[in-house]
């Protein structure tokens, strides 16, 4: 019964967003065009930074 | 070689299914909240309704303060969040959680009901009964304390509020702070554009003679190319931007930062922001002018407060990593070094994305500075190469199918919401023949070799391997966890257009990876899907796949 609810939810949670926001049409390539990117791009600097490890 | 086979694929153990219920949990409730705001729309300000109609008004400043809340809040829970899922996991070890998700969905299915009879109207339909705003009110908090306790019971609720009181407090300061700020900036933003438009239109007459300026309507320009300067142009949300950021970056990484030195950052950050949006507007009218004034309000209007606001952030990275004013390096060992492994999966998407950022703002509709982006991601590539020539890329046939399957559902999902397979052709027509074919071969190589193998080391090589294990070189760091399975293969999705299908691409490719534990495998199923997609577009006209 667990696994039927959970597949519900996320069978719904698609259904509805689907529903709200229009899926939008894309090249198969990361989209520049939203703030996502440029959260992305800090994101990725800071995790960059932070793998330090011991100089050979 | 230095990636390893996997070693074990058995979920962590201590976590239990609680990530992937809770995941389930908080798209469930995301997508409710979406459904319900874009469904409906509240009555709108008038002084002539009652106060709990005014109050219903103000629903989109409810969501900003309960997101930035919540934002707030999961920052800092951030170094107990293993914890809290670990006892989350013992507390619903025998625990019924699935009646609450009826009760939820039930409770839930009465709020739209409630709201559509409530709100159904649409905006600014008269007056709204107590009685249904109540309903909603009772419907919406039923949804809500169904939905905590379909994700732990009341007491370990209880538990977590008590050890984290003073996290929830801070979190609600914050997120009151910051739409106290946004209230403030959006009241007196007229002097600040006041400023914007004196500097931007001193810095415009260094080049240009006809500049014309009406500072009582925060018009100016050109006796060609006209702005007006809205409240979101006169700086204040790079200033908020620039603000959220130093707080946070500040306050995660105290440890590698000198403070109390580095809060000097704040003033420079939000002079610098502003500044920034002045020589924004200012090159905005210069491009309108000279150039041209779809690019100027297009492509670079949208995209050119992205990348300042992006360039001064990664100034202060820089700055308080090698500045000594800033930066608590004497605490560091000296002999530490950025991993190199690190460099070779993430510096290349950081320039991929990068270059796409700054070619987007110079760009309005076709694509035309694609090739920009693939030779300079093909150069870093070959910069490191010498490190990824140490790497075992062996990969399987398996990969190809599990390629071909991305592909299907792909294409599945796009049928479902087809594009315009005109565009792409129209922008390619501006261009000469000989121009065009070079443009669609580097198209086809970018999108084929360089995007999945750039992508995958970044999300396949770091990024699942970092959520699984503090140190993503070391063999725990392969195992399978539903956190760094289900969040890596998201944040694929998310940075697609297609959303859906990028998520569920991402989850094919993790699969991949996780078989054999070779990179090589995702990066080949990658390859296949992009490489089949190519094909639909040239072989069969589906270039919406590519615009």
């Known amino acids: ?56 | 070689m230095l990636l390893k086979p996997a070693t074990d694929l058995q979920n962590s153990g201590g976590m239990g299914d609680v990530p992937v219920r809770w995941s389930l949990l908080i798209a469930g409730l995301i997508a409710e909240l979406s459904f319900l705001t874009v469904r409906f729309h509240g009555p709108g300000l008038s002084p002539d309704k009652v106060w709990w109609v005014q109050l219903t008004a103000h629903t989109h400043d409810y969501l900003s303060i309960v997101g930035a809340f919540a934002g707030a809040f999961a920052v800092l829970l951030a170094p107990r969040l293993k914890l809290t899922i670990e006892s989350a996991s013992q507390a619903t070890a025998s625990y019924a959680w699935w009646p609450w998700v009826l009760l939820h969905l039930g409770a839930f299915a009465g709020l739209y009901a409630a709201a559509a009879a409530t709100f159904g109207q649409g905006p600014g339909a008269g007056q709204i009964p107590a009685d249904g705003l109540l309903a909603c009110l009772a419907a919406g908090l039923a949804t809500l304390v169904f939905w905590l306790l379909a994700c732990a019971p009341m007491a370990w609720w209880g538990a977590l509020v008590a050890r984290e009181r003073r996290s929830l407090a801070i979190a609600f300061i914050a997120a009151m702070a910051a739409w106290l700020g946004g209230q403030l900036a959006e009241m007196y933003w007229r002097p600040l554009a006041s400023g914007t438009l004196f500097l931007a239109e001193r810095l415009l007459r260094l080049g240009y003679a006809d500049v014309v300026s009406d500072p009582a309507h925060f018009n100016f320009g050109t006796s060609e190319f006209l702005v007006n300067i809205a409240p979101e142009c006169s700086g204040y949300e790079g200033i908020g931007l620039v603000t959220v950021f130093l707080a946070l970056y500040l306050w995660l990484f105290r440890s590698v930062i000198r403070l109390p030195h580095a809060l000097l950052l704040f003033p420079i950050g939000i002079a610098a922001v502003w500044l920034a949006n002045v020589a924004r507007i200012a090159l905005l009218v210069a491009i309108g002018t000279s150039y041209s004034a779809d690019l100027a309000a297009g492509g670079f209007h949208s995209h050119a407060g992205w990348l300042s606001f992006v360039g001064l952030a990664l100034g202060f990275i820089a700055i308080t990593h090698r500045m000594q004013f800033f930066s608590a390096n004497d605490r560091h060992d000296p002999g530490d070094e950025i991993n190199p492994i690190a460099t070779a999966l993430l510096v290349p998407f950081l320039v991929l994305m990068g270059s796409l950022m700054i070619t987007a703002a110079f760009t309005q509709g076709f694509d035309r500075l694609y090739p920009i982006r693939i030779v300079a991601t093909v150069a870093t590539l070959l910069y490191l190469r010498a490190l990824y020539a140490q790497w075992d890329w062996s990969w399987s046939w398996d990969s190809v199918a599990i390629g071909a399957a991305a592909f299907i559902v792909w294409i599945a999902l796009a049928r479902l919401t087809p594009g315009d397979d005109a565009a792409l052709p129209a922008g390619l027509a501006s261009l000469g023949t000989s121009e065009a074919a070079v443009w669609i071969g580097f198209r086809v190589f970018g999108s084929v070799f360089i995007v999945p193998l750039v992508e995958e080391m970044a999300f396949r090589g770091y990024l699942l391997r970092r959520l699984a294990a503090s140190d993503f070189t070391a063999p725990e760091a392969r195992r399978f966890t539903w956190t760094s399975f289900l969040f890596s293969s998201v944040a694929f999705g998310l940075l697609h257009g297609r959303w859906l299908a990028g998520t569920l691409a991402g989850m094919a490719y993790a699969l991949a990876v996780y078989r054999r534990g070779k990179l090589g495998d995702a990066v080949v199923a990658h390859m296949i899907t992009n490489g089949l997609i190519a094909v639909s577009v040239l072989a069969a006209g589906a270039w919406s796949l590519w615009s």
Do not use: C, N
């Not at chain 1, 597949?7 to 698609?14: E, F, N, Q």
């Not at chain 1, 899926?23 to 939203?34: F, K, L, W, Y």
């Open chain 1, 1 to 56: 019964m667990a696994k039927i609810i959970s597949l519900a939810v996320a069978l719904m949670s698609i259904a509805l967003t689907s529903a709200a926001y229009a899926v939008p049409v894309a090249a198969p390539e990361i989209d520049a065009t939203s703030g996502l990117a440029a959260m992305s791009v800090l994101v990725g600097v800071l995790a960059w930074v932070s793998e330090r490890r011991r100089a050979r």
